[in-house]
C-alpha cells in the first residue's frame, strides 16, 4: 500500500453523469489489479473529511508507467470534486486496498455481471481475460439506457447483454434475469454491484443448482480503507468480515 500524490493525465466525461479520470501514480498502478480499490481525497483540505474508496477501472502501459483509471458516478460533493478536476491537477490517493478478483487458469468462459455503476470495476477485468484469450460475456443492467457503460469503450470481442428497468435496451428488467440462461456457459462468474442484485444472483445460482464459483466484489461504505474503522464490517458464513480488509472480493454464497 502506497500513500501518494496522483497527478491527473486527463479527465472527460464518459456518458450521461459518469466521469473518466487517467491518473499517474507509478507506485499505486505497479501492484494493482482488477477488482482492488484504491482511497482518494475528495478535495483540498479537510470537507469533505473523509476519503472515498474508488474501484480500479482501466490501466495502461505509457512508456515504462503503468497508468490506471477510475470512472466516477457523480453523486454528491466528493465525486463532484473529483470530476472537475483537469489534467496536471494533484490528488491525494493511497492504495492498492482489498483482494481484488482471481481467475483460475483454467476457467476460458467469464460471465461478468454488472449493476449500475458497478461495471466500473469489471473493465479492468475484462481487459485483462480478452488480452489472455479467454472468451467473454457481460451481462450489464441499468435503470436506462444512458446509464449503460457504451459498448464502443470495451474491447470488441467481449459480448454484451444489456437489461433496463425502463425497457429502454436490452431486456425489460433486472440484470438478474439474464444469469440463468448464461450462467451454464460460464466457467466463473464475477460481479459488481448493488447488495439487492447479489441476493437476487444468489436465489438464481441456488435455483438453477449450480456450483460455478462466484466472486462477488461488495460496495460498502469505508471511512479509513485498511480495517481499522470496522466501517465495512458484513456477516459471512465464516463470521463478521471486512470489505476493505478481507474483501471486497468474496464469494458470492458465504455473503448472500
Same mark, same amino acid.
Given at each position: 500500500?502506497?500513500?501518494?500524490?496522483?497527478?491527473?493525465?486527463?479527465?472527460?466525461?464518459?456518458?450521461?453523469?459518469?466521469?473518466?479520470?487517467?491518473?499517474?501514480?507509478?507506485?499505486?498502478? !505497479?501492484?494493482?489489479?482488477?477488482?482492488?480499490?484504491?482511497?482518494?481525497?475528495?478535495?483540498? =483540505?479537510?470537507?469533505?473529511?473523509?476519503?472515498?474508496?474508488?474501484?480500479?477501472?482501466?490501466?495502461?502501459?505509457?512508456?515504462?508507467?503503468?497508468?490506471?483509471?477510475?470512472?466516477?458516478?457523480?453523486?454528491?460533493?466528493?465525486?463532484?470534486? !473529483? *470530476?472537475?478536476?483537469?489534467?496536471?491537477?494533484?490528488?491525494?490517493?493511497?492504495?492498492?486496498?482489498?483482494? =481484488?478478483?482471481?481467475?483460475?487458469?483454467?476457467?476460458?468462459?467469464?460471465?461478468?455481471?454488472?449493476?449500475?455503476? =458497478?461495471?466500473?470495476?469489471?473493465?479492468?477485468? *475484462?481487459?485483462?481475460?480478452?488480452?489472455?484469450?479467454?472468451?467473454?460475456?457481460?451481462?450489464?443492467?441499468?435503470?436506462?439506457?444512458?446509464? !449503460?457503460?457504451?459498448?464502443?469503450?470495451?474491447?470488441?470481442?467481449?459480448?454484451?447483454?444489456?437489461?433496463?428497468?425502463?425497457?429502454?435496451?436490452?431486456?425489460?428488467?433486472?440484470?438478474?434475469?439474464?444469469?440463468?440462461?448464461?450462467?451454464?456457459?460460464?466457467?466463473?462468474?464475477?460481479?459488481?454491484?448493488?447488495?439487492?442484485?447479489?441476493?437476487?444472483?444468489?436465489?438464481?445460482?441456488?435455483?438453477?443448482?449450480?456450483?460455478?464459483?462466484?466472486?462477488?466484489?461488495?460496495?460498502?461504505?469505508?471511512?479509513?480503507?485498511?480495517?481499522?474503522?470496522?466501517?465495512?464490517?458484513?456477516?459471512?458464513?465464516?463470521?463478521?468480515?471486512?470489505?476493505?480488509?478481507? =474483501?471486497?472480493?468474496?464469494?458470492?454464497?458465504?455473503?448472500?
Amino acid at each position: 500500500m502506497h500513500l501518494e500524490r496522483a497527478v491527473v493525465v486527463s479527465s472527460e466525461r464518459a456518458y450521461e453523469n459518469t466521469h473518466l479520470l487517467w491518473l499517474s501514480a507509478p507506485a499505486v498502478g !505497479l501492484t494493482a489489479g482488477a477488482g482492488q480499490f484504491l482511497m482518494v481525497r475528495c478535495g483540498e =483540505g479537510h470537507d469533505p473529511l473523509l476519503p472515498r474508496p474508488m474501484s480500479f477501472h482501466r490501466f495502461r502501459r505509457t512508456g515504462d508507467e503503468r497508468q490506471f483509471a477510475m470512472l466516477l458516478d457523480i453523486r454528491g460533493r466528493g465525486t463532484e470534486w !473529483l *470530476a472537475c478536476r483537469e489534467a496536471g491537477d494533484a490528488i491525494d490517493i493511497f492504495g492498492p486496498l482489498g483482494r =481484488g478478483f482471481a481467475v483460475d487458469k483454467a476457467s476460458q468462459n467469464l460471465l461478468l455481471v454488472a449493476g449500475g455503476v =458497478g461495471v466500473a470495476a469489471l473493465v479492468a477485468l *475484462a481487459d485483462e481475460a480478452v488480452a489472455d484469450g479467454r472468451s467473454v460475456t457481460l451481462l450489464q443492467g441499468a435503470k436506462t439506457a444512458a446509464r !449503460l457503460f457504451p459498448t464502443a469503450l470495451l474491447p470488441p470481442e467481449v459480448e454484451v447483454v444489456t437489461a433496463t428497468d425502463d425497457d429502454s435496451a436490452g431486456r425489460h428488467g433486472p440484470v438478474t434475469d439474464l444469469l440463468a440462461q448464461h450462467l451454464p456457459w460460464a466457467d466463473q462468474v464475477f460481479a459488481c454491484g448493488p447488495t439487492p442484485m447479489f441476493r437476487a444472483m444468489a436465489t438464481v445460482v441456488r435455483q438453477e443448482a449450480s456450483r460455478k464459483p462466484v466472486q462477488a466484489l461488495l460496495e460498502e461504505r469505508m471511512a479509513c480503507g485498511t480495517g481499522v474503522c470496522y466501517s465495512c464490517a458484513v456477516f459471512t458464513r465464516r463470521g463478521v468480515r471486512l470489505v476493505c480488509k478481507d =474483501g471486497p472480493r468474496f464469494e458470492l454464497r458465504e455473503v448472500f
